[in-house]
């Protein structure tokens, strides 16, 4: 082998006139936001059969090392990985040091992790949150989330951002409502990126709001309660004056 980064003065047989590389094959996301899961793969080549020294730093750093290792194989498996920039380096083994100076051969190479922002939810109202059902009617219609990108509506019961997202001019969440009665309802988008619901019962429902990768915020759960407004009795009011009485209603002359 022979280093591309070190001037060589001896070529080995072992790898004869090969170099020494290290390239990245693969990489999986971070899922949620500081989920540390994301991870990488790295495929290590002409090391010359004896175990080589890894490290991996944040790109344009040398240190702290967040991980390091020996291995002695061409496959190398990074995990536990948040989103970033990263510089992953390896070293020749000591025993086959024949560049200048006596160095060993260290190369790297540099990858990304990708990521998403933090779920953040923000609910109207706070947790005292409560709506009437309508009158004669016993249900109520209500604007749960408008996922407009740069302007959402502000009557919405919740304000959502963050997660994973695609390009364009709605975000996409997973909205999940449990009426008291336990039936669970998965909210469908419309075409102007708001996402409604009927509350149709009075009592307290459960609503989870989540990302496609199923990422929420702390909260994970926010209740809502609905209430039925109280029917008005008929009054009955009875006056009596120097001249008339009644028992029918209120009167003047």
């Known amino acids: 082998m022979y280093c591309p980064t070190l001037k060589v003065d001896e070529r080995l047989d072992i790898a004869a006139n090969k170099a020494l590389t290290v390239s990245i094959t693969q990489k999986t996301e971070e899922t949620c936001y500081q989920a540390n899961n994301g991870s990488a793969q790295a495929k290590v080549e002409n090391y010359g059969n004896k175990d080589y020294k890894w490290r991996l730093v944040k790109a344009g750093t040398v240190t702290p090392i967040l991980q390091q290792g020996t291995k002695n194989a061409e496959r190398l498996d990074l995990q536990g990985l948040t989103k970033g920039n990263y510089s992953l380096y390896i070293t ?78 709605y975000n996409n969440y997973t909205i999940k409502v449990k009426d008291p009665a336990g039936a669970e309802e998965t ?35 926010y209740n809502y309660k609905v209430k039925k407004r109280v029917a008005l009795s008929p009054i009955k009011a009875e006056f009596e004056d120097c001249k008339h009485s009644s028992n029918t209603g209120i009167g003047a002359t």
């Open 92 to 169: 020749a083994n000591d025993a086959i040091k024949k560049f200048s100076d006596g160095q060993a051969c260290d190369i790297k190479v540099d990858f990304a992790i990708e990521g998403h922002d933090k779920v953040t939810i923000t609910q109207r109202g706070g947790t005292s949150a409560h709506t009437y059902l309508d009158c004669g009617e016993g249900r109520r219609r209500i604007l749960v989330v408008d996922a407009h990108k740069t302007s959402p509506d502000p009557s919405a019961l919740f304000h959502v951002t963050g997660g994973k997202q695609q390009p364009g001019t």
């Open 187 to 221: 909210l469908p988008q419309d075409t102007d990126g708001k996402y409604w619901y009927t509350f149709s019962s009075e009592g307290d429902y459960q609503i989870r709001i989540s990302d496609v990768n199923g990422c929420k915020d702390a909260a994970a759960l």
